[in-house]
């Protein structure tokens, strides 16, 4: 739930931006270090953009599970995907509540004492119950959402999923109404009395770093790497986020 309406739709179908934050639970509402917390939707939003692993936790069976896994966000909604016979998208078809997490590690902090050594990270939790996605044409806009959320313009290149592959896809559309993220960033944060300790202390910052492509060695020798692979590495090599 939101307590004002989406200001505006940018071009880009996975992107927007609200004028207030989301209104918060008792799920969401950050407790430990609150002021590391956020409930505006645009920070949300760009940390769901920027990471490619989610993880899934829910009940099967009675017991409690957790399950990494790709996603891909449309507007509202997240989604998630995988074989029509998996345990988790079964479980997660019949509109059971869930948790998902994503987290970003930025930096180890290493402080001159043990007890505040920390992590700098950006980290976003929602809740909710997923719905099946039944329509082929929604299904579908969620899988190029997915592709496309990994390697932009990847979709456009390749074979897109036949009728056989649709069938044994299943898709869950989880809607972004109760979330919240929670950011820390910055040097170590020390007792006051411990800053004058003859103890290094600092940041070792961490970033995703993709290395240069490698061919199939089943192409054809004539192929050239398509320009989503250039692009996507051409923002690495131009020092972009």
């Known amino acids: 739930m939101r307590n004002q309406e989406i200001l505006f739709v940018p071009t880009n179908p996975t992107i927007i931006i609200y004028m207030k934050e989301l209104v918060q639970t008792p799920k969401t509402k950050i407790k430990r270090v609150s002021q590391r917390g956020s409930y505006d939707p645009e920070v949300i939003y760009k940390i769901l953009d920027q990471a490619f692993i989610c993880h899934v936790g829910f009940i099967h069976e009675g017991n409690p599970v957790v399950i990494p896994t790709s996603y891909g ?7 998630l995907h995988g074989s029509a016979k998996s345990r988790m998208l079964m479980t997660l078809g019949k509109g ?31 809740f909710g119950k997923p719905q099946k996605v039944t329509s082929e044409k929604e299904k ?53 009395e411990d800053y004058k300790l003859p103890i290094w202390a600092g940041v070792i910052p961490i970033k995703a770093q993709p290395l240069d492509a ?3 060695t089943k192409l054809s020798k004539d192929l ?15 020092g972009q986020d």
């Not at 869930?98 to 920390?118: K, M, N």
């Not at 979330?179 to 910055?186: E, H, V």
Request: hydrophobic letters at 40%; a positive charge; proline letters at 6%.
């Open 73 to 79: 966000r449309i507007g509202d909604n997240l989604y």
């Open 96 to 126: 059971g509540e869930i948790c998902v997490t994503v987290t970003i590690v930025d930096g180890l902090v290493l402080a001159r004492s043990i007890f505040h050594h920390s992590m700098n990270y950006r980290s976003v939790v929602l």
């Open 140 to 192: 579908e806009q969620a899988l190029k959402a997915f592709t496309n959320h990994i390697i932009p313009g990847r979709w456009e290149e390749v074979r897109l999923p036949n009728k056989k592959e649709l069938k044994g896809t299943t898709v869950v559309r989880l809607p972004i109404g109760e979330a919240s993220a929670k950011i820390r960033a910055g040097p170590p944060l020390d007792d006051q």
């Open 214 to 216: 490698i061919p199939d």
């Open 224 to 238: 050239t790497t398509p320009s989503s692979v250039t692009n996507y590495l051409a923002k690495f090599h131009h």
